[in-house]
């Protein structure tokens, strides 16, 4: 076979199985931004406090005091995506922390707001890229049921379940 044959067999490669060999970045400051909503339990009574801000145009970050008080105990950002995930097998971010676990929450489509897939990172104060399977995310009713969902349509950085200062930056999020 000819070297022009390969080269021809490999661009048709490319053009059919895009998604496989590359990822989706959904935020990089740069270049792309998504669209962040932050809220914290006070939406259910809790006194934890949150923020969201750009840092140095170069990434973003989630910070506040979590508490637990009035059943509370989370902050979140969260950034509306919809997307497919047929082709991709994981959520990719490079972050940076104050040494603490946080998480990833995934939404998709028509389930309710207090349901979500959670995956649990160390964020440490190096920068990191963490790669989180989809398989790893656990049901937050269910906790043996994985993310099996063939669409997105939220992913959120979030800070819970104990009491604690947080501060995660995230300068990368695709999904691979």
């Known amino acids: 076979m000819s070297l022009f044959r390969y080269k021809e067999i490999i661009l048709l490669f490319l053009i059919l199985f895009p998604l496989s060999l590359s990822a989706l970045v959904i935020e990089d400051i740069k270049d792309k931004n998504a669209d962040w909503e932050c809220f914290s339990d006070k939406v259910m009574g809790g006194v934890s406090e949150g923020s969201f801000s750009v840092k140095e145009e170069a990434y973003v970050r989630l910070e506040g005091v979590v508490r637990t008080e009035n059943n509370g105990g989370f902050i979140q950002c969260r950034a509306k995506v919809n ?3 047929k082709g991709f097998e994981g959520i990719r971010i490079k972050a ?5 676990e946080y998480y990833i929450h995934l939404r998709a489509p028509r389930m309710l707001p207090w349901n979500y897939y959670s995956a649990k990172f160390y964020a440490s104060e190096e920068w990191k890229v963490i790669d989180l399977p989809l398989s790893s995310f656990e049901y937050s009713k269910d906790s043996s049921k994985s993310f099996n969902s063939s669409k997105l349509s939220t992913v ?21």
């Open 83 to 85: 997307l497919k995930t």
């Open 156 to 176: 959120a950085l979030v800070a819970f379940g104990k009491d604690f200062d947080a501060q995660l930056d995230l300068s990368k999020l695709e999904i691979y």
């Open 96 to 100: 940076k922390g104050n040494n603490n």
